[in-house]
């Protein structure tokens, strides 16, 4: 199907257990279909296994690398091992530094833009503390608030959670952060800080912004067994991704409000970049069906998705 025999993609994830990515994952899996063929593998965290994976499948004669690498700081090192190679790479969801992507021309990235998601996120908090005076529940015109943050040194934790801020306060909100942790992006993971945090703050919390959704909706367990939704008082909770289950959240009322991050589209983009690339071709916006910036970047849009809470 308009590919020859010898020509595969590897893919190398840095960890399968991270819901979002495993939809990219879905997404890269689907596209090879019927088309050039794909090995995904999993580094489970470890950046030495990544290294090991991608050495693998230059010796196997891989055309194209699709990398989510573990730790984006090791991404020149990765660049350097596959230009030696003549193997291109794509990498996407963590941002390799622009150094290390202006290293060889067969290098792209397909990612969110960061700094949108942070920005959505906080005009939904925004527009609901605005809106519901109660929310302020000490009464002081200020908003006392908690944040959940993913990954130290990934983009989307860093830019995500510094324009969440900056947002609220140019709305006009005033702060207090009460308190701030770092996770590895999992649900478990929030329902741990979230409750670490009520037994030091409890109720003086009245607002939580996680850097994505099962981290918010880790919290939101905490929060309901400390007697929040069901009945009891609503507290809002934003997170970031629109998984399939933060949309459940969504629905039922406990989740705030997210940011839909496409990861569909972000799997697709990857795939057919690298197809182009194992080919031999420059990829085009036209054959790959989107616009590469600065040679080669291709950033899929982020849209804001309010859930039935902030409908009320
Ligand atoms: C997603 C997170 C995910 C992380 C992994 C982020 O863009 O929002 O859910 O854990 O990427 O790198
Ligand atoms: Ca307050």
């Not at 794909?38 to 990544?50: E, H, L, N, S, Y």
């Not at 609503?234 to 839909?260: C, M, S």
Request: a negative charge; glycine letters at 10%; aromatic letters at 8%.
């Amino acid at each position: 199907m308009g590919s020859s025999d010898d020509v595969k993609i590897g893919v190398a994830i840095y960890d399968f257990e991270d819901s979002f990515i495993a939809e990219v994952r879905d997404a890269i899996a689907v596209c090879s279909e019927g088309d050039v063929p794909v090995t995904i593998v999993d580094a489970a965290g470890r950046q030495q296994t990544q290294n090991e994976q991608i050495e693998q499948f230059i010796k196997d004669g891989y055309s194209a690398i699709i990398v989510n690498s573990v730790d984006r700081t090791a991404s020149g090192v990765i660049i350097e091992k596959c230009r030696q190679n003549d193997v291109p790479l794509v990498f996407f969801n963590r941002e390799p530094v622009k150094d290390d992507m202006a290293k060889w021309d067969k290098v792209y990235y397909v990612g969110a833009d960061a700094v949108d998601s942070g920005v959505m996120a906080g005009r939904i908090m925004a527009s609901y503390w605005l809106s519901h005076p109660e929310a302020d529940r000490n009464g002081d015109g200020r908003m006392q608030f908690v944040i959940i943050r993913g990954e130290t040194g990934h983009q989307d934790t860093e830019l995500r959670t510094e324009y969440f801020i900056e947002t609220l306060l140019s709305a006009g909100i005033m702060l207090d952060k009460l308190h701030e942790d770092t996770t590895r992006w999992r649900r478990e993971e929030g329902y741990d800080v979230m409750a670490s945090f009520l037994n030091r703050s409890g109720d003086a919390i009245e607002a939580v912004f996680a850097n994505n959704d099962d981290l918010a909706l880790g919290a939101i367990e905490a929060l309901q067994e400390r007697g929040y939704f069901n009945g009891g008082d609503f507290i809002p909770v934003v997170g970031i991704d629109g998984t399939p289950t933060g949309r459940k959240a969504l629905e039922n009322g406990t989740l705030l409000g997210t940011v839909f991050n496409d990861a569909e589209n972000q799997g697709r983009a990857a795939y057919r970049i690298a197809k182009e690339l194992a080919e031999g071709r420059v990829p085009t916006e036209e054959v790959i069906g989107y616009s590469i910036t600065d040679d080669r970047y291709v950033w899929i849009p982020y849209s804001p998705l309010p859930g039935k809470a902030a409908e009320e």
